[in-house]
Structure formats: C-alpha cells, structure tokens
C-alpha cells in the first residue's frame, strides 16, 4: 500500500469513528428528526416514535418492537450514556427473552470470533481478551464496553463479531475492486450516496479518493450484513432475536445495515437512536462541521434521550509514549507537565512494574490503568541506566478538559 492510500485509510477509520454526530457532526447522533417534534426540545429518558411524534414509554417501547427479529442501536462511540442505554436494552431484552437473544457488535473482526468464543466460556482472562478488543477496536475505548460486555457474559448471551477485522480492511477492498472491474463498490442508495458524499466534503481531494470512501463504507456495511444474516440462519441463530450495536451512521436512515439485511432477509426490525439535546451535554463533545443534506426518510424508528459524557476529563494518562523492547517496556516520550513528569519519570526508562503487578509488555501497563482515576496512585518500579528505583505517580487531570 503506497503512503497516499495509507493516509486515506486512515482518514476512512477516523470517519468511521466521527460518522455519529448531528447537522454539526458531534456526539450527539446522527442529522434528522421527526416531523412532528425536534429532538431538541426532547426531555432526558424520553422516547418519541419518530414516524408520529408519540411519546411512549420504556415498556411500551419493548411492547412494539416485539415482533422486530433484529433491533439495531446506534451509538455514538464516545458517549458513556449512550453504551448505558445499549446495557438496558440488552437486559430489558434478555428478561423478555432469556434463551433467545444475541448481540451483534461493529467492534469485533469476525477473525476474532473464536476468541470471543473462548472469553465467553471462560477459557480466556480478561487481561488476554483485552487484547483482543485493542486489536480490533482500539484499547482506549474499552472503558466505554467493558460493564456490557461483562453482563453478556455473565448471562450467556451469544457475541458475534460482524466488521472486518483491521488486518484484511485494505486487502478485502482491494479483491472487491478488482471482481468490479477496477471500481471500488459504490453504494446503491441515492441517498446513502449524498449523506457520504456530505461527509466526505472538505475533508480529502479527488474523485478516486471519494470513491474509496465509499468502497470502504460499502465493505463494512455488507460485511456486517453478511454475518448477521449467516448468524441468524444457523442454527446456533436460527431462533433468536439480535440486537446489533453500530455506529449511528451504519443504522440511521435504514440505508446502511438495515437495508443491506432487508434486501437478502425480508426480517422485521426497529432502529433506535440515541439524541441528545444541548442542554444534556455534560462535557464537550467531538465535532465535525458537515453541511448534511436533508433526507425525505425517517432518521429512525425511536429517538432515545440521554445526556452525553465522554471520559476524555476522568480518563487517567500517565502521559508517555511506550515501545516493547527486549530490555522491556522502555519509555520514549514523556509529555511535559503529564503525571510521569511530575514523578520525574524519564525517557529511555524501563517499566519493570506497576502496583505490584509485572509489566512484560506495554498493554499490561495499559491494563493496570484502565480502574485508575483521577488523585489515585500507582507505585512504579524503573530500571534506569542499570539502577533500579521505584517512583510514585499522582494522576492528575488532562489539561484543557475543565468539566461543562
């Protein structure tokens, strides 16, 4: 892969990531509302069925999508309130449906699915299936899935694992190209094409590169209705509901999962989104300005209110750049006035162990870290220059998140 396309994958995965924002792409959801009420005036725990502007309750939600074979959840990947919501419907569906339910994750490579099989049944430590969601998603994040994940192991719940793993994204593209006869896969939905093409605007040059996107967008996507529909026709899935947890992007409007499944499945199913009016926002989120194209479709079956919080001011940093050496961890950057400064930690330092615990790579450090917040401790023990020293880290508060 040249340099170019490189930079251009890169820029598709953060797309993917920021794909879940409002007419100012944030964290808030996905452009749309009901023509009936603006989401904006909606009050915290409402749920309002978009087609008619009715407000029903938690229980009268479940009641109507009773007859749904998959229920899609769009998130916004950076809202703590937003994977809170997926656990109540997850658990509100599980107690409705104790030995028939199944949840689908964008999260997961499906090469990762053995793995996950092993975690579920206890043949894996959580420590080894952290590595095994760093792999596909990112190991930051996992603060945001760790207490869904936990409960559906917990009751035993199936977890497929439905995106394309990181490591054939290109080469998996590139096969679809060449059976397209040098065109990348375009969608087939013209409106999905101009919500894309509203994405794309300002952010990369070129035809070739616009289509790329696209190419990249169309992989996930049948990807992921590729394996929930071979879940769903197995027998292990044959008699199940799903619930599907994406991107609010890949779900909104129908023309994403939705209607890739559709076209192959004639399966009724609801989306959900979560929305969040200003009002609600307790920290700042990420944002995207997008001049989005106002669509003649429902941006979802239900709009679910919940605040918006990211982690970004109560995750712990200890603000170094890691390399895995055979000496060890070695430290190779440290950030001024981070919590390893103010330790006096140094670069070319070797990180032996943390609280007690061994540190064999940089992941476990990263481990260690992950329970931590802001005013704990960790004790440190260093390697320096052959001398080894323990230091004691303070974790202090990431500059420039003041709270809202």
Same mark, same amino acid.
């Given at each position: ?175 679809k190209r060449e059976l397209n006869r040098g065109e990348y896969p375009q969608p087939d939905d013209p409106y999905q094409q101009q919500a894309l093409a509203a994405m794309f ?33 197995s027998p292990a899935g044959q008699d199940r509901k799903m619930v599907v947890l994406a991107g609010g992007f890949h779900v909104a409007y129908g023309f994403g999962i939705p ?36 669509l003649p479709l429902y941006v979802a079956d239900y709009l679910w209110c919940i605040p918006y919080r990211n982690l970004n001011d109560s995750r712990v940093r200890l603000g ?9 961890? !070695?430290? +190779?950057?440290?950030? $001024? ?6 330790? &006096?930690?140094?670069? =070319?330092?070797? /990180? ?19 329970? !931590?917040? +802001?005013?704990?401790? $960790? ?6 220059? &052959?001398?080894?020293? =323990?230091?004691? /880290? ?11």
């Amino acid at each position: 892969m040249n340099v170019l396309n490189r930079k251009f994958l890169l820029f598709c995965l953060m797309m993917g990531v920021l794909m879940t924002g409002c007419k100012t792409m944030d964290s808030c959801g996905v452009p749309g509302g009901s023509p009936y009420r603006d989401p904006g005036t909606m009050k915290r725990g409402e749920i309002l069925h978009v087609p008619t502007g009715v407000t029903v309750s938690e229980d009268e939600f479940y009641d109507l999508t009773v007859g749904s074979r998959i229920v899609y959840v769009g998130e916004s990947h950076d809202n703590i309130y937003a994977h809170r919501l997926e656990l109540e419907i997850i658990k509100s569906l599980n107690r409705r449906y104790p030995e028939g339910l199944a949840v689908a994750m964008e999260m997961f490579g499906r090469r990762s699915q053995e793995d996950i099989d092993r975690w579920l049944a206890g043949d894996m430590d959580d420590k080894e299936f952290l590595s095994v969601f760093a792999r596909d998603w990112g190991l930051p994040d996992y603060s945001y899935y760790r207490e869904l994940l936990h409960f559906i192991r917990q009751r035993k719940i199936p977890l497929r694992a439905i995106n394309v793993s990181r490591s054939e994204k290109m080469s998996l593209l590139q096969q679809k190209r060449e059976l397209n006869r040098g065109e990348y896969p375009q969608p087939d939905d013209p409106y999905q094409q101009q919500a894309l093409a509203a994405m794309f605007a300002g952010h990369a040059g070129g035809h070739d590169h616009l289509t790329m996107f696209y190419g990249m967008q169309m992989l996930w996507e049948e990807t992921m209705a590729e394996s929930i529909i071979n879940y769903l026709d197995s027998p292990a899935g044959q008699d199940r509901k799903m619930v599907v947890l994406a991107g609010g992007f890949h779900v909104a409007y129908g023309f994403g999962i939705p209607r890739k499944v559709l076209k192959q499945r004639k399966w009724p199913y609801t989306i959900v989104l979560p929305t969040t009016p200003a009002e609600l926002e307790e920290n700042e989120p990420q944002r995207m300005e997008v001049d989005f194209p106002d669509l003649p479709l429902y941006v979802a079956d239900y709009l679910w209110c919940i605040p918006y919080r990211n982690l970004n001011d109560s995750r712990v940093r200890l603000g170094v750049q890691l390399q895995d050496t055979e000496a060890g961890v !070695k430290i +190779i950057l440290v950030q $001024s006035e981070s919590a390893a400064a103010a330790a &006096g930690i140094e670069v =070319e330092d070797v /990180v032996k162990i943390i609280d007690g615990q061994p540190v064999q790579k940089s992941q476990d450090l990263q481990y260690a870290l992950l329970d !931590k917040k +802001i005013g704990d401790r $960790s004790s440190l023990i260093l390697v320096r220059n &052959g001398l080894q020293l =323990e230091v004691e /880290v303070l974790f202090i508060a990431p500059a420039g998140n003041e709270q809202k």
